[in-house]
Nanobody, 122 residues
Framework: QVQLVESGGGLVQAGGSLRLSCAASGSIFSINTMGWYRQGPGKQRELVAGITSGGYTKYADSAKGRFTISRDNGKNTVSLQMKSLKPEDTDVYYC????????????????WGKGTLVTVSS
């Protein structure tokens, strides 16, 4: 089994910055993608930013130019540096590890963290 533990959420004023971090632990041979998603009440979970093991990144339009995702493959960690935060960035942010393989040649599975609340006040 694989566990994802997030940290770094909290309350910040508009224009401020926050850094979210996520560490994956457990039976891990490789992780294909790691990323951050957000979800508001009654809404679908949506991608904020993602990064592959090779360093290829993808950002939601709302995150481009303000957020930076980074990853440490050796430590199985992913971080999201968020700057110039806006009230509309307020949401619960979830860490995702995609296609996690526990043994060479094994099946890949996706895992989620429990979420961390980001609140941006105006």
């Amino acid at each position: 089994q694989v566990q994802l533990v997030e940290s770094g959420g909290g309350l910040v004023q508009a224009g401020g910055s926050l850094r979210l971090s996520c560490a994956a632990s457990g039976s891990i041979f490789s992780i294909n993608t790691m990323g951050w998603y957000r979800q508001g009440p009654g809404k679908q979970r949506e991608l904020v930013a993602g990064i592959t093991s090779g360093g290829y990144t993808k950002y939601a339009d709302s995150a481009k130019g303000r957020f930076t995702i980074s990853r440490d493959n050796g430590k199985n960690t992913v971080s999201l540096q968020m700057k110039s935060l806006k009230p509309e960035d307020t949401d619960v942010y979830y860490c995702n590890a995609g296609h996690v393989v526990s043994n060479p040649g094994g099946y890949g599975m996706d895992f989620w963290g429990k979420g961390t609340l980001v609140t941006v006040s105006s």
